[in-house]
């Protein structure tokens, strides 16, 4: 735990530091966010904020490579490498839209090719324990599941970059969302479903440290927003830790009951729970573009953050609102997966999923108490 912690540290800190020299930079070529319509900043803001997350999960990632423990997670297997270069793709094709706004088939196509490079390098959905019927394992063929891998990536990559919308509303989302899954993954490998040095563990710890470390600049008022070259980054490393969580961990170590094999199970439900804000928000866009006869990706101004501003809460409060909402949800599926009483963890998230919902709405609860 003490080496996670401190690779979390170091991306955080090599993150926090770096954002200020990014912010220049971007200044001086120009990738700015100017205002428009749809937009809530009112001043021209820099982009590329994920340049510097990048470079902080980078240099997190290569010193974990010289810890003595973490260093395991590159022995046994290709995946760390996998999300570097992946990683370093998708940041590519990020800045590239940053600076000159790419159109939405342009980004479509090149999150396919970071999302097949993930997999040609080694991070796939091979397999899925069935404990019903005497099935045992699934094994999928690598040509069969290079589809549904990358379908899950793209599905992750676009659900952040859809809430990327008020200031800190994803960077913190994200951070919430890494330290859910870092908690269930890190719970999978002590239970004894993989080796402490687990990948997704690793990569999970150092996305929330640089997500932890942009978030004081980028946090309302942003003085840099994390652009797609973050968002995109972002989705990419959260799809390959549940991909690599299911595929890594030891179905040997399962009894045959359904009980025992839940925690398989979770990777796939897992982000459908840390993600449920930003994908149920992603879903809703959807509909109501394609039922409007508009793409898909058209933007608009309809979005959940959106909509919470409209009904009168604060920049800042519709964004801590989101965060009560993501943290809730992600730490409640967790400890779902953890703790030994469902019951009492599906009682206490109900209760305060209560509190959030008269949270939400005290704008419309004091308009109402003014009419007369």
């Known amino acids: 735990m003490r080496e996670y912690a401190l690779v979390c540290c170091i991306a955080a800190a090599v993150t926090f530091l770096l954002t200020p020299v990014v912010r220049v930079a971007a200044r001086r070529w120009g990738a ?6 749809r937009d809530v900043h009112a001043i021209p803001t820099p982009r590329l904020g994920g340049v510097a997350m990048f470079a902080g999960m980078a240099v997190a ?3 974990a490579q010289l810890m003595p423990t973490l260093r395991r997670a590159y022995d046994t297997g290709s995946e760390t490498t996998a999300l570097l270069v992946a990683g370093g793709i ?18 479509l196509a090149g999150q396919v090719f970071a999302a097949g490079v993930l997999v040609l390098l080694g991070v796939q959905l091979l ?6 019927g005497g099935v045992g394992t699934l094994s999928f063929g690598r040509n069969d599941s290079v589809g549904l891998t990358v379908v899950l990536c793209l599905l992750t990559i676009n659900a952040i970059n859809f809430i990327d919308g008020l200031d800190g509303l994803a960077a913190g989302v994200s951070a919430i969302s890494a330290l859910a899954f870092f908690a269930y993954s890190y719970h999978l490998s002590r239970e004894g479903y993989g080796d402490v040095a687990f990948a997704p563990s690793l990569f999970t710890a150092v996305l929330a440290g640089a997500c932890l470390g942009f978030l004081p600049h980028n946090f309302s008022p942003a003085r840099i927003f994390m652009g797609d070259s973050g968002s995109m980054l972002i989705g990419l490393t959260l799809a390959a830790s549940a991909i690599t969580a299911s595929t890594g961990a030891d179905t040997q170590t399962f009894s045959a009951s359904a009980a025992a ?11 459908l729970v840390v993600l449920a804000v930003p994908l149920v928000d992603l879903v809703m866009a959807v509909i109501r573009r394609v039922s409007a006869g508009r793409s898909p990706f058209a933007p608009d101004k309809l979005h959940l953050h959106h909509r919470l501003l409209e009904i009168g809460h604060s920049h800042r409060r519709a964004v801590l609102l989101i965060y009560f909402w993501s943290a809730l949800l992600a730490f409640g599926g967790v400890a779902m997966s953890i703790v030994g009483d469902p019951l009492r963890v599906l009682s206490v998230v109900a209760g305060l999923a209560a509190v959030a919902i008269v949270l939400s709405s005290v704008p419309r609860l004091r308009a109402a108490r003014r009419l007369p």
């Open 261 to 271: 094999a839940f925690p398989m199970y979770l990777p796939f439900l897992l982000p």
């Open 90 to 107: 998708i940041c590519l094709l990020g800045i590239l839209d940053d600076r000159w706004e790419l159109d939405s088939l342009t980004k």
């Open 61 to 63: 990632l290569l010193v």
């Open 127 to 132: 397999t899925l324990y069935v404990p019903f």
């Open 32 to 37: 700015v966010a100017r205002p428009r319509d």
